[in-house]
């Protein structure tokens, strides 16, 4: 007898079910990404309006980033001992005060205390939304699915790219980009409250009816076969509460399997520095090389349009040619185009050309790797494990901004610091690709072997 996760995986497709969730985390993520791309474009109107030198303007992303590093880690903790539903929605509440907070901060100091705030809040997003959408997607459309989740990074980048670019005229301009935020991301939280908890995570969690219940609905609203199905029993182990539930993820992930989360965590390390350091410091980098601010921010805008159509291509790709040949193909090619773009900067256009090229390829490789790294963790490790290779990437992203401006720029020049992180990614894919398995059309659980792995008892509690 199939088991009730292997029923939920097999499911059809269908845009008013399972295209409801993404839809819906989707646009959750849209907004994380629309918060981040924002800090390169606060850092030159900030460090304008207080007068900030170029290593105060760096802590105005580093703050943003530290945060959402804290965020992923608490927030995947919260959604695997208390449920991805819960989770899902509190994440764009903390976000949504932060930030209009945040539009009123009095002093750059107080800013970046709401800034890290904020981005505790929006940190969690990102993990909790991939381990929610995978767990209700069918594992034949799960790679396009995940892949078409970073589908929403680039819009809410552009979003931010073209709100801040058109508030320019205005006073204060930075204000009103952080509380145009505001009110969408509060409509969304409401939506939120109505999306179902995840059938496979409340099965791993000894929640037997709920599960039923969940699936029931599902097969029905898909037109699915309708079929006998068991939910194994669980062992719910001794509650930990606070910080100690996260160490205790932190040590279970790592037990679990140490060569595959040290993969996960370079990979998201490299990768995301590289991409971390392109957006938050773009626009400064063209108004250093000569362009307008306007310019510099259409063009920066420019460059994460582009990555719309690194997505659609990591859609095509990702079932057709796996997981690990986009990841290694796309992440070298994508840390190679920067440092190219540093080499011709005195070319105009074909820095320009070049930065398109970038920020199509890197939207390539990201969504890839986030469907790459969501599938190599069982259930109950899924989004802790995700969030702490997440918050890594976040930890060592929040603090280049600072060293970036304040140390590699003016000692190594563009080409030479681009160059460094090329050489990171690199490292990273032959690590990938001599030690990780391949996900494609594998049952989730069931990704790192033939059989299932372990269940890892879990405190059914944290606060």
């Known amino acids: 007898m199939r088991t009730g996760d292997q029923v939920v995986q097999d499911l059809p497709w269908k845009w008013g079910v399972q295209g409801k969730i993404f839809i819906i985390g989707g646009l959750g993520y849209m907004f994380d990404a629309w918060d981040v791309a924002l800090n390169g474009f606060l ?75 904020a981005g505790v809040g929006l940190g969690g997003c990102i993990p909790v939304d991939y381990a929610l959408v995978s767990e209700f997607s069918p594992r034949k459309q799960r790679g396009r699915v995940l892949a078409g989740m970073d589908g929403w990074w680039p819009i809410g980048a552009t979003l931010a790219g073209v709100a801040s670019t058109l508030l320019l005229p205005l006073p204060g301009s930075w204000r009103w980009a952080l509380a145009l935020m505001v009110l969408p991301a509060l409509l969304l939280f409401w939506v939120r ?55 205790d993820q932190l040590r279970r992930i790592w037990a679990f399997n140490p060569v595959l989360t040290g993969m996960a965590w370079l990979l998201f390390v490299s990768v995301m520095t590289t991409y971390y350091a392109a957006v938050t410091w773009m626009p400064s980098i ?25 997505v659609a291509a990591a859609v095509l790709l990702v079932e057709r040619v796996g997981r690990k040949w986009v990841i290694g193909v796309a992440g070298p090619l994508a840390a190679i185009s920067l440092t190219v773009f540093a080499m011709v900067l005195g070319a105009p256009a074909a820095a320009v050309t070049m930065l398109a090229v970038f920020g199509a390829v890197v939207l390539v490789v990201i969504p890839v790797m986030y469907a790459y790294v969501s599938e190599l963790y069982p259930t109950e490790l899924r989004a802790s494990g995700f969030g702490w290779a ?58 790192t072997g033939d059989e299932a792995v372990p269940t890892v008892a879990q405190p059914s509690t944290v606060a």
């Open 390 to 447: 997440s918050s890594a990437s976040r930890v060592v992203s929040g603090f280049i901004p600072l060293v970036f401006g304040g140390v590699l720029w003016p000692l190594l020049g563009l080409p030479l610091t681009f160059a460094a992180l090329a050489v990171l990614v690199v490292v990273a894919v032959i690590w990938m690709a001599v030690s990780g398995p391949e996900t494609a059309g594998r049952e989730l659980d069931r990704v």
């Open 286 to 310: 063209l108004r250093t090389q000569g362009f307008g601010e306007y310019a510099a921010f259409a063009t920066a805008t420019l460059m994460n349009a582009f990555g719309i159509l690194g």
């Open 43 to 117: 850092t030159p109107l900030l460090g304008q309006e207080f007068g900030l030198t170029t290593g105060e303007r760096g802590l105005v992303a580093t703050a943003n980033l530290v945060g959402m590093a804290v965020g992923a880690v608490a927030w995947g903790t919260v959604a695997d001992r208390l449920g991805r539903k819960k989770a899902f929605s509190l994440t764009l509440l903390a976000f949504a005060l932060f930030s209009v907070l945040g539009a009123l901060s009095p002093s750059y100091w107080v800013f970046l205390v709401l800034r890290f705030l």
């Open 193 to 247: 409250r109505g999306i179902p908890e995840s059938p496979i995570y409340l099965a791993r969690s000894g929640r037997e009816s709920e599960a039923r219940a969940v699936i029931d609905d599902m097969v029905a609203r898909t037109g699915g076969v309708v079929e006998p199905y068991e939910i194994k029993a669980v062992e719910v182990g001794r509650r930990l509460r606070g910080p100690a539930a996260a160490l």
